[in-house]
């Protein structure tokens, strides 16, 4: 478990920080938790979320895991970027409500542009989910992000 609340590790607010728990994080790989409760943005009626929701858990633990880097030393919390996800596999269509989700990201490739690939898997209770993320966070996010510039053709 991390001293840090979710909310100052994800660059996400209220409903959208999905995830419950940072469980524990080293240099590697993270892990995380969350309980499926009826209500939230994503949920199907019956309150279970559907499968393709676990590759924005697993975004989210992947972000989880920069922002526990980032306040370690000390530094800010930076924006970053899911790119895509390969062979994303889940043995259920949906996670029902009241299951006990735990993410595990494992860092597999980062280079110093940003760019970044994390072996990912979400397992419940009869529960199997694996993808490999692509994710970019690069450096000074929100200069990357300004609209503001002047852009002359």
């Not at 949920?43 to 992947?62: T, Y």
């Not at 690939?117 to 993808?131: D, R, W």
Request: proline share 7%.
């Amino acid at each position: 478990m991390t001293p840090w609340p979710l909310a100052e590790l994800l660059p996400h607010a209220g409903d959208m920080i999905l995830i419950d728990q940072v469980l524990s994080y080293d240099e590697e790989q993270i892990r995380t938790r969350v309980t499926v409760t009826p209500g939230g943005l994503f949920n199907r009626p019956d309150g279970s979320l559907p499968a393709w929701v676990g590759i924005e858990l697993m975004a989210q633990s992947v972000a989880a895991y920069a922002g526990c880097r980032a306040r370690h030393k000390g530094e800010a919390v930076e924006l970053g970027f899911l790119l895509g996800t390969r062979k994303f596999e889940c043995n259920v269509e949906h996670f029902p409500a009241g299951a006990e989700l735990t993410i595990h990201g494992l860092r597999s490739l980062e280079d110093d542009n940003g760019m970044g690939v994390f072996e990912c898997h979400l397992t419940g209770e009869g529960i199997q989910a694996s993808a490999r993320l692509n994710v970019f966070r690069p450096p000074q996010a929100a200069t990357y992000l300004d609209e503001s510039k002047d852009v002359t053709p």
